[in-house]
């Protein structure tokens, strides 16, 4: 078998409020109260939280509540039905929360050879059905355990999360031959600090309060982004489709 040379480097992005607007697992809760599946108090709390994160950034406590709620909201249900999920989420959901300023930004990374890898705290299928649809490399999620295809409520290694990104990014950098001096990180929360650490091209996007001030202490990049920017894009997309119509 003939294979290709390894790849320059790897670029890893954050998902929530880095990738995209919010919180991906809120906009999962949204959809699984519209079917039914959660109750209007749980997507009452989601929105709390969401409201929240948006606000202040994300912070472990939170990250772990929104986490353990998911778990016992998937018990017993079906991987496959939370792909197809996933998938329905992103075209009716999030497709309209990406930030069009790093997704350029990761798309300039495949075009000049280098991985994409999502990493986030976020449900494994949920973070490769994004990184599918963008057509990014590949994703490092929160595994939740599955026996027979159904959910356990259990996980299998951890939240996906702090020093459990920096220790993805470092086994996937291994495994691509790929010295992490060379490599990129992107994420918004200071609790992503191991990670972008790790790297030797560290930047910061819409940082929350903690990230800003250590960023500017290491003399980080900085992107700044707006919401004008994501409604901006959903009107350019709207044009290209009727014209195609």
Not at 100 to 120: K, M, Q, Y
Not at 130 to 135: E, W
Not at 140 to 149: A, C, Q, S, W
């Amino acid at each position: 078998m003939v294979t290709g040379p390894p790849p320059r480097a790897i670029a890893f992005f954050d998902v929530d409020n880095t990738l995209l607007r919010g919180a991906s697992l809120y906009y999962l809760g949204v959809g699984a109260w519209r079917r039914g599946l959660i109750s209007l108090r749980d997507i009452l709390s989601f929105g709390w939280k969401q409201a929240r994160f948006l606000a202040v950034g994300e912070n472990p406590a939170h990250v772990s509540r929104v986490s353990e709620r998911g778990l016992e909201l998937v018990i017993g249900h079906n991987q496959a039905a939370l792909i197809r999920f996933s998938n329905e989420i992103f075209d009716t959901r999030l497709v309209q929360r990406l930030w069009p300023e790093t997704v350029d930004v990761a798309r300039r990374h495949l075009a000049a050879g280098r991985e994409v890898w999502l990493i986030s705290a976020t449900a494994q299928e949920l973070a490769d059905v994004i990184a599918t649809r963008l057509g990014f490399t590949g994703a490092f999620g929160t595994v939740l355990e599955t026996v027979d295809g159904a959910f356990t409520g259990r996980l299998v290694d951890g939240i996906c999360h702090g020093q459990g990104k920096a220790r993805a990014a470092e086994a996937r950098a291994a495994a691509s031959g790929v010295d992490l001096a060379d490599c990129w990180a992107y994420s918004d929360s200071h609790n992503d600090i191991p990670l972008l650490e790790l790297v030797g091209h560290p930047v910061v996007v819409n940082p929350d309060a903690v990230l800003h001030r250590y960023a500017v202490a290491h003399r980080w990049p900085m992107i700044r982004m707006k919401p004008a920017s994501i409604r901006a894009a959903i009107r350019a997309s709207k044009k290209r489709q009727t014209r195609r119509a």
